[in-house]
């Protein structure tokens, strides 16, 4: 009996066990927190007039911290000397704003916050929360809304700022390029949408700008810009869309600089058909020289041959806006070597002429050297031009569907500047057939002639554009299989080119639709697409 009692007390001390360690097992730690933090006080309180304080805290019913506040945090009108705000990584049930700028008078101040506010567990946002203040006696309290779209870009950027200048006696348009704003809002990164709130009626310049030293300046360098052309007047109803676009650089040379024998290379910023270089320096009998643009950077090279005998040489550099003298020490320097790459390989479009690129400028080619066969090791015609600016040789021949190709250049085909020759260069290319690739017919309807058509894919990559002057069909050969969205460039000028704006001269950038949805090319395949533009 004592033995059976014995049992049964162990039994059961082993069950309370295991049901313990099994409900230890289970224990739950409830549901995850997804409620954002509560302000339970503002000191002083939100919306105050006649503010005269340097220091405001906002009192939460949980343990907050701030994320992100150089990207979220915006203040309008902007401060020269940023407050100071805490708690930064670390938590606190209150967050302490101090602020060291001397006020404006009779001025309303706005804090958002955007999304840099949350909770010190779970990262539960307190959504664009507004501190706002007034040092005169009353809050401003008009808006105004709109919209960021790109000139370029099918989808607009994220985080651009949106500026309103007052526009008085002292205003000036070189304004945004000195001084900050008197609003200023932020898109963030959740929209395209923009409402500047907290407003005083009056006359303002609106931009935006995809701030990248976030200066709240425009720097033609570092930023994307958007404007308004007319001022706008608040308060109004209307609603403004702002097109973002970069502008091209004022025409000017930077660091000129010898970098090989004979070769001085002028870095620059704008546009490369603006320059025009002339060496002033004496030069010796039968001097040449020549000019190309780096492919691989914004720089023009001066080549030229023979060697002067000069410490220094004398450029004269002219663009649309200045004429400039530059003197350039030169020395002892290896000069380049020749090196010849092809732009294609392998595969070679039916529409498209093969070309060579050479590191030092071609001065003299030898088509004698020079043989062009087929798959059927015949002899073929072809024409050769030069492109001096990139310095690429373009070669022009009647390509056929699944044709083999063999182009051989034998030492001597191919003299640079500096005399020196090629060795023996072989390449190889084949085209496909058609039925490789698709065709598409674009129709369009609502088109302000002339237009420049193109198939872009989705990151923007051009796969191939077509120009018209009149309502016509827009036949696309030889296309890759693939999803391309239809871009129409309209053309307001005429020069064959997407052209961009100038704030200064208040030109806007020439207009470009996208076709709302994808179209897909297939091999072997036609297809016709009517694209109806606003």
């Given amino acids: 009996m004592k033995n059976l009692i014995r049992k049964l007390v162990f039994a059961s001390i082993i069950g309370f066990m ?14 995850k927190d997804k409620e954002p933090p509560v302000i339970t006080r503002e000191s002083p309180e939100n919306f105050s007039t006649n503010f005269n304080e340097n220091e405001i805290r906002i009192y939460f019913n949980e343990y907050v911290k701030v994320k992100d506040l150089q990207k979220q945090l915006i ?36 804090f958002n916050f955007g999304e840099s506010i949350v909770d010190n567990n779970e990262n539960n946002p307190y959504s664009f929360y507004r501190y706002v203040f007034s040092t005169g006696d009353y809050i401003d309290s008009l808006s105004v809304e709109g919209t960021i779209i790109d000139a370029e870009k099918k989808k607009p950027e994220e985080f651009v700022s949106v500026m309103l200048y007052q526009v008085d006696s002292t205003f000036t348009d070189s304004i945004i390029y000195k001084k900050p704003p008197k609003y200023i809002t932020n898109t963030l990164d959740s929209t395209t949408t923009f409402k500047l709130e907290n407003l005083k009626a009056g006359k303002y310049l609106m931009i935006a700008l995809k701030d990248g030293n976030n200066s709240n300046k425009y720097e033609q360098k570092a930023d994307r810009i958007a404007f308004k052309k007319e001022f706008i007047d608040v308060p109004t109803q209307n609603t403004f869309e702002l097109k973002l676009f970069t502008e091209e650089p004022d025409p000017k040379i930077i660091r000129p600089k010898q970098s090989a024998g004979n070769k001085i ?46 410490d220094s040489l004398l450029f004269r550099v002219t663009s649309l806006k200045a004429k400039d003298s530059i003197y350039i020490k030169v020395r002892d320097m290896l000069k380049d070597s020749l090196v010849v790459k092809p732009i294609q390989s392998g595969i070679l479009r039916l529409n498209e002429d093969f070309e060579i690129e050479g590191s030092i400028p071609f001065k003299a080619i030898n088509n004698e050297l020079i043989t062009l066969i087929d798959k059927d090791s015949l002899n073929m015609s072809y024409t050769t031009n030069l492109d001096s600016l990139k310095n690429r040789l373009i070669f022009d021949f009647n390509k056929e569907e699944d044709g083999l190709y063999n182009i051989k250049m034998l030492p001597g085909a191919i003299t640079d500047l500096f005399e020196n020759t090629n060795d023996t260069l072989t390449y190889s290319l084949r085209t496909k057939n058609a039925s490789d690739y698709g065709k598409a017919r674009i129709n369009l309807v609502n088109a302000v002639f002339p237009v420049i058509v193109q198939l872009a894919d989705a990151n923007g990559n051009v796969a191939a554009e077509l120009y018209g002057e009149k309502n016509q069909p827009f036949d ?42 994808m179209i897909e090319v297939r091999a072997n395949w036609d297809i016709i697409e009517t694209f109806t533009l606003n």
């Fill in 75 to 110: 203040i309008s009108p902007p401060m020269k000397t940023q407050p100071a705000i805490t708690p930064l990584g670390s938590a606190s049930k209150f967050i302490e704003i101090k602020i060291f700028d001397t006020l404006q008078p009779n001025t309303t101040y706005a």
């Fill in 476 to 517: 696309f050969d030889n296309l890759d299989a693939g999803k391309y969205f239809i871009r129409v460039i309209y053309d307001s000028n005429k020069n064959g080119k997407w052209d961009t704006g100038n704030y200064l001269k208040k030109i806007q950038p020439e207009r470009i639709s996208y076709s709302p949805a």
């Fill in 18 to 31: 295991i049901s313990t360690c099994a409900n230890r097992g289970t224990i739950s730690g409830g549901e």
């Fill in 265 to 310: 290379a002028f870095g620059y910023e704008g546009n490369e058909k603006d320059f025009k270089i002339e060496l002033l320096s004496e030069t010796p009998t039968e001097f040449t020289s020549r000019i190309t643009k780096d492919p691989n950077a914004d720089t023009l090279n001066f080549w030229y041959m023979p060697k002067i005998e000069l």
